[in-house]
Structures are given as structure tokens and as C-alpha cells.
């Protein structure tokens, strides 16, 4: 059974920094790209961030691009994104997901499985 | 960048047929994905590329794409429908992932 577990949220100030985390299991996790999807309350899904699977292609969403920073030890099962320079407006439930295809290229797949997503709140 | 217009709702009566569409640019082109969110819960898979819809997902889920609308239905629709619908896309112009500004699905 596919599982994604994200850790890591909580209350910051902004302008601090956050690293979030995604333990995955039941699926071969080095053989697919992996995504963060935010959803801010109240509100619609934004896509965040892409890896793919050997970290050979990273995408970023044009609202974090600079300022967040995803990343993946195959190794360890684990996907991370590093928030900085956090603002109020990035206030959101952050998803951990996967890719649907093996070994794609960006926009080849779908958002197959989630995680129940972990709470960042930006707030002084 | 590329913009996924919904409907904000769309109210049905049980066992009628609920349509959402989903507008974009030329999005007759893409494969369009489609998700299911219930209240305090993860969004689900519901249709893939236009049309396939994955294991487990009743046959009364639809899906459509041609010109500038993607559409899913929802036969004989249940009060468990109730939930939040987003369409999805890749933007190969700009390397991201769309979602749509999604769609609440209310029954009657």
C-alpha cells in the first residue's frame, strides 16, 4: 500500500525558514518523480514544486521560485522541500505527491497518490 | 500562464447528471486529469488523461476534451459526489502543473 507521511509544519514568523518532509512507502520510490502541492485555506490546489526521479529536472511554481527548495534522497524514501523567506500568503496545507509514470519527464503523469498534508502557518 | 476557468458550483438533484467543465486555451490539446476533494480530505484521482478513469472509481464518472473545454460527468448522481472537483493539466510553455479553480459539487 502506497503511503505518504509529510512532517514538518508549524507556526513561523515571516521571513523565517522551513524544511518540510515526506516519508514514502509501498511503491518503488527512486523510479518516480515526486511534487508538493499546496492548498491555502479555504482555497483551490497550487501546484509547488517537482523532482523527477534521479533529481534531473526540478520545476518550480513562479510564486516560490527562489525562495523554496525541493529535494529527494532516494536512499532514504524521502522528499523535502526547504521554505525561506516564508510570507504570509504561503500559509497553506502542503502535500506530498506521486508522479503516476515511471521515469517520465515533467508532464507526462498525474497526481496518483497523496499524503494528508502537513499545516504551515506564516504569521507573526 | 495558462488559466483552467470552473464554474465555482454546481448544484444537482440526486440521480440527475452533474456537469463541470473546465475552460483553457486550446485544452482540447492536452490530457486533462481530474480530482475529487471531500471536506478534510485529500484529493482523490478521479479521471486521467480526459477520459480513463482509474480502478475503483464508479462508472459514473465521465470525461471529456475537445477545443477549449474539458468536461466531467457525474451520472446518476449520490449524495456522496459532494466534494470539491479540480481539473489539471501540465503547461509545457511555462513547466508547470495547472489546477483548475475548482468546482463544488452540491446535492440537492
Known amino acids: 500500500e502506497v503511503q505518504l507521511v509529510e512532517s514538518g509544519g508549524g507556526l513561523v514568523q515571516p521571513g523565517r525558514s522551513l524544511r518540510l518532509s515526506c516519508a514514502a512507502s509501498g511503491f518503488t520510490f527512486g523510479d518516480y518523480a515526486m511534487h508538493w502541492v499546496r492548498q491555502a485555506p479555504g482555497k483551490g490546489l497550487e501546484w509547488v514544486s517537482g523532482?523527477?526521479?534521479?533529481?534531473?529536472?526540478?520545476d518550480y511554481a513562479d510564486s516560490v521560485k527562489g525562495r523554496f527548495t525541493i529535494s529527494r534522497d532516494n536512499a532514504k524514501n524521502s522528499l523535502y522541500l526547504q521554505l525561506s523567506s516564508l510570507r504570509v500568503e504561503d500559509t497553506a496545507l502542503y502535500y506530498c505527491?506521486?508522479?503516476?509514470?515511471?521515469?517520465?519527464?515533467?508532464?507526462?503523469?498525474?497526481?496518483?497518490?497523496w499524503g494528508q498534508g502537513t499545516l504551515v502557518t506564516v504569521s507573526s | 500562464s495558462y488559466v483552467l476557468t470552473q464554474p465555482p458550483s454546481v448544484s444537482v438533484a440526486p440521480g440527475k447528471t452533474a456537469r463541470i467543465t473546465c475552460g483553457g486555451n486550446n485544452i482540447g490539446s492536452q490530457g486533462v486529469h481530474w480530482y475529487q476533494q471531500k471536506p478534510g480530505q485529500a484529493p482523490v484521482l478521479v479521471i486521467s488523461?480526459?477520459?480513463d478513469r482509474p480502478s475503483g472509481i464508479p462508472e459514473r464518472f465521465s470525461g471529456s476534451n475537445s477545443g477549449s473545454t474539458a468536461t466531467l460527468t457525474i451520472s446518476r448522481v449520490e449524495a456522496g459526489d459532494e466534494a470539491d472537483y479540480y481539473c489539471q493539466v501540465w503547461d509545457s510553455s511555462g513547466d508547470h502543473y495547472v489546477f483548475g479553480t475548482g468546482t463544488k459539487v452540491t446535492v440537492l
Open positions: 505527491t506521486k508522479d503516476s509514470m515511471v521515469a517520465a519527464p515533467p508532464g507526462v503523469g498525474y497526481f496518483d497518490y
Open positions: 488523461y480526459d477520459s
Open positions: 523532482i523527477t526521479w534521479k533529481s534531473g529536472r526540478i
